[in-house]
């Protein structure tokens, strides 16, 4: 086991209830990256369900909505991405980190795997090549793995 708490499987997750979060503006992108972030969710032995928002805006918001409920998921993954350059993308992906490192300083486990590149077939090598989508779950659960050492509960 790595010092995070996770070996690169993810092997500590048994039992987990992670919620991942996609935006599907761009498909293909989406699927690779749940792809990805499903694959190491499974090899961790943790339970997931999925959930789809139009645009990558909504992704903190949808983590708050979801955090809400009586049994609070141990995990979030919040997954999709940003395209060009400019004022538009980079107001997308500021505020998008923004509310979710927001959500985080309260607690919640969550990992990103928001992208940004140049245009849509970048973001899917990235997804692809890079395992955004894994790294995005991976980080989610070695959060809750931390949380779990320290005795919060969710």
Do not use: W
Not at 32 to 39: S, Y
Not at 126 to 142: K, P, T, V, W, Y
């Amino acid at each position: 086991m790595s010092s995070a708490g996770l070996d690169r499987t993810g092997g500590a997750a048994t039992g987990m209830n992670i919620l991942v979060l996609e935006s599907r503006y761009f498909p293909s992108v989406a699927e690779a990256l749940v792809d990805g972030a499903t694959l190491a969710l499974e090899k961790g032995g943790a339970h997931f369900e999925r959930f789809s928002v139009p645009g990558v805006l909504e992704l903190p918001a949808a983590i708050a909505i979801a955090a809400r409920r009586e049994r609070p998921f141990d995990g979030f993954v919040a997954l999709g991405c940003v395209v060009g350059h400019g004022t538009v993308p980079d107001m997308l992906l500021r505020e998008t980190g923004r509310g979710l490192m927001a959500l985080g300083c309260e607690g919640l486990a969550i990992g990103n795997g928001v992208l940004l590149a140049e245009n849509e077939d970048a973001a899917l090598r990235m997804a692809l090549d890079q395992d955004a989508g894994g790294d995005a779950a991976r980080a989610a659960l070695s959060l809750v793995v931390l949380r779990q050492r320290l005795g919060i509960l969710s």
